[in-house]
């Protein structure tokens, strides 16, 4: 008997997914009751799902009865940010070209970001940046470009779990610093590392508008040539990028 169709699509795999949504933005790990309050769904039915998932690797039940993301979803999560990396390129390339510094892009990763893409500058300056470093949302220009798309209770969640490590003596310490940066930042519409994650540098990095998974693009250098004036040049030319991003994304 055919599987009844939800809309347009296959209803347990929609369910499937919710569910997997649900646990990665409950940060990782959920019990089955908080899961059936959130999803909607029978008992019994989120509990098959929930079998059906461990069994083939894509949830693990932990020693104290709640669910968590498998291992198996890593390989998957690791090849989709290649390819949102490698179709973001030319827009880093391009910003690299026009503004002589580092071009980044990075995603939201359970409570992290991880950078998925980047185009060195011509100056030979070793930052902290690199393809598949993860770093703290706060205190990164990336991460607070991020944090302001999403909801207040959210971004506590966020950094409740992860932690605020202040590596600098300008890092943001604590949620509520963090809340009113974000409010600057939903208003101007692109974030500032103010030498937060690493003296000397500056960062300005701005969202890629509905994208599927929380992104950013960031272009980054030391003080001495990222400055207002810089800041005039980048902030147009980033939301030039993002925008290119997401019309790609959503095509």
Same mark, same amino acid.
């Given at each position: 008997m055919a599987e009844r169709a939800a809309g347009? @699509?296959? %209803?347990s795999v929609e369910r499937v997914f919710e569910l997997l949504e649900r646990i990665a933005d !409950? #940060? #990782? !790990?959920v019990t089955l009751s908080e899961l059936a309050a959130s999803a909607e769904l029978p008992l019994p039915t989120i509990h098959r799902l929930l079998r059906t998932l461990v069994g083939l690797g894509y949830a693990r039940q932990l020693p104290n009865r709640r669910y968590a993301l498998g291992p198996k979803l890593i390989r998957l999560g690791e090849g989709a940010n290649q390819q949102l990396g490698a179709l973001a390129m030319p827009q880093l390339k391009s910003l690299a070209d026009e503004l002589g510094e580092t071009s980044n892009m990075a995603v939201?990763?359970?409570? &992290? =970001?991880?950078? +998925?893409? %980047?185009?060195? *500058?011509?100056? $030979?300056? /070793? &930052?902290?940046?690199?393809?598949?470093?993860r770093v703290h949302t706060h205190d990164t220009g990336v991460g607070k470009a991020i944090l302001a798309q999403l909801p207040d209770e959210q971004v506590r969640g966020i950094?409740?779990?992860? #932690? &605020?490590?202040?590596?600098? @003596? /300008?890092?943001? @310490? *604590?949620?509520e610093a963090l809340l009113a940066d974000l409010g600057g930042i939903r208003e101007r519409g692109y974030s500032v590392d103010e030498q937060e994650q690493e003296l000397g540098?500056?960062?300005?990095? &701005? !969202?890629?508008p509905n994208a599927p998974t929380p992104a950013a693009v960031s272009v980054s @250098?030391? +003080? $001495?040539? =990222?400055?207002?004036?810089?800041?005039?040049?980048?902030?147009?030319?980033?939301? !030039?990028?993002?925008?290119? +991003? $997401?019309?790609?994304?959503?095509?």
């Open positions: 347009s @699509g296959v %209803q !409950a #940060g #990782g !790990a939201l990763d359970a409570d &992290m =970001v991880v950078y +998925i893409a %980047q185009v060195p *500058s011509r100056h $030979s300056m /070793r &930052m902290f940046t690199e393809v598949g470093r950094v409740g779990r992860a #932690g &605020m490590p202040t590596p600098t @003596g /300008r890092s943001l @310490g *604590s949620t540098v500056r960062c300005f990095a &701005m !969202a890629v @250098g030391p +003080i $001495s040539r =990222v400055d207002e004036a810089f800041a005039e040049r980048a902030v147009p030319l980033l939301r !030039a990028a993002v925008e290119e +991003i $997401s019309a790609e994304l959503n095509r």
